[in-house]
C-alpha cells in the first residue's frame, strides 16, 4: 500500500494548456475517484500517475518519493483500462497470469495467485474460456484480476465501467466497493459518471475543463455527502446530484431586521428569509440591494408539506407553471417554468423566450397536468446561496 501527493501538476499539449495546477494527497488505502465532464483533464491525469503521460511541470510522490521521472513499469501499479485490453488468443488464466511470466515468476506461484484472484473475483468456472466467449462484467474482472495477482502499490482504474449496460454497472459497482474493502490498497478511480464516484468513492476529486477563469482544474475534493451538501461553487453544486440543482436568479431585500425577502428576477415571487429557517441570514443581511444566485436541489420540493409543519414556517412555496410531467416508479419529475423570470445559464428551456425550464422531483402522488399552475413547497434551510461574480457559496 502507499499514499501518492501529486503537486501543482501543469500539462499543456502544444500550446493548449490541459491541465493547470493540480494538487492531491490521496492517503495509504484510500479509493479516491477523479470525476468530471469531458475535456476536464481526469484521464490525463491518471495516466501522468502512471508514467504514461508526461507532465509539463509538478510533482509525482508516491510514498514521500519524487517518482516524476521514474519508468512506469518502475512504480509497481496496475493500471485497468476502459477497453479490458485483453488478449483475445489467450484464455482467462494466461490473461491474467501474463504479467507474472513477464516479471519471471516460478510456474507455482504464477498458479496461485492467479487461483487465488479468480476467486476473489467469482472467475474459478471461467479460467479456460476466451475473451469472446464472456460477458462484458466478466471481461472486466479478468481485467481487475489481471491487475490483483500484481499485488500493486497503487491501482489506476480509467472508467472501468463505462462499456458495460446500465444493470450490469450497477451490480459491478457493488462487487468494486466490496474488493476494494477487501483488498484495501490506494485507488485512483476515473469516472464521468457522478452516481459511480459518489457510491465508490471515500473522497471524491471535482475537476472542470481549464479555462482562463480558473486557477485550478481542481475545483473541490472531499466525502461525497460533503460535495452534496456543502459544494463550494455553482460548478460542484450542478455536477454533483442528480437532476441537477435548480438555479435560480434573485434580489435581495431587506424587508426588516429580523427578515429577508429573496425575489425571483422580473416576478412577483418571493422566498421570506429569516435567522431561524436560513442558515445563510446574516450573509445575506449585508446584500441589501444585491442581486445573486439561489440554488435549490429538485428532491427537496414538494407538492405537499409534512405533517405537523405549517408552509410558511420551514416550507415557503414558489407558484410554477407546469411544462410536462414524468411519473418514474415513485418518483414523479416535473419540469416548470418561471413565466418572465430572468434567462438561466445552467439549464435554459429553449422553447421559451421569456422562461427558463427548471426541475422538481416530488414523491406525492398527485396528478399534474401540462400547462397547469401548481404551488411547490421548497424548504428553506435546503436552499444554497452563491455569489454572482465568483460564483463561489455563501458560507453558512
Known sequence: MATLHLKNIDKDFNDVKAISNVSLYVEDGEFLVLVGPSGCGKSTLLRIIAGLEKHTSGEVHLDGVNISNVDPKDRNMAMIFQNYALYPHMNVFDNIAFTLKQHGYKKDDIKNKVLKAAQILGLED??????????????????????????????????????????????????????????????????????????????????????????????????????????????????????????????????????????????????????????????????????????????????????????????????????????????MFIHFDIPNALENKHISHPSKQNATSYMAKVYEDIDVITTETVDLLVEVKKIHFFDKKTTERLIR
Open 126 to 331: 471461467l479460467l479456460s474460456r476466451k475473451p469472446a466467449a464472456l460477458s462484458g462484467g466478466q471481461r472486466q474482472r479478468v481485467a481487475m484480476g489481471r491487475a490483483i495477482v500484481r499485488n500493486p502499490n497503487v491501482y489506476l482504474m480509467d472508467e472501468p465501467l463505462s462499456n458495460l449496460d446500465a444493470k450490469l454497472r450497477v451490480q459491478m459497482r457493488s462487487e468494486l466497493k466490496l474488493l476494494r474493502h477487501r483488498m484495501g490498497v490506494t485507488t485512483i478511480y476515473v469516472t464521468h459518471d457522478q452516481i459511480e464516484a459518489m457510491t465508490l468513492g471515500d473522497r471524491v476529486a471535482v475537476l472542470a475543463p481549464y479555462s482562463d477563469d480558473i486557477s485550478s482544474n481542481l475545483q473541490q475534493c472531499d466525502s461525497p455527502k460533503a460535495l452534496y451538501d456543502k459544494p463550494c461553487n455553482m460548478f460542484v453544486a450542478s455536477f454533483i446530484g442528480s437532476p441537477a440543482m435548480n438555479f435560480f436568479h434573485i434580489k435581495i431585500t431587506k424587508k426588516h431586521v429580523d427578515a429577508i425577502l429573496a425575489t425571483i428576477s422580473g416576478t412577483k415571487i418571493f422566498i421570506t428569509l429569516t435567522d431561524d429557517n436560513c442558515p445563510y441570514f446574516k450573509q445575506l443581511a449585508n446584500r441589501d440591494g444585491q442581486d445573486i444566485i439561489m440554488g435549490i436541489r429538485p428532491e427537496f420540493f414538494s407538492l405537499i408539506a409534512p405533517v405537523g409543519i405549517k408552509a410558511h414556517d420551514a416550507f415557503q412555496s414558489l407558484n410554477v407553471k407546469v411544462v410536462i410531467s414524468e411519473t418514474v416508479g415513485s418518483e
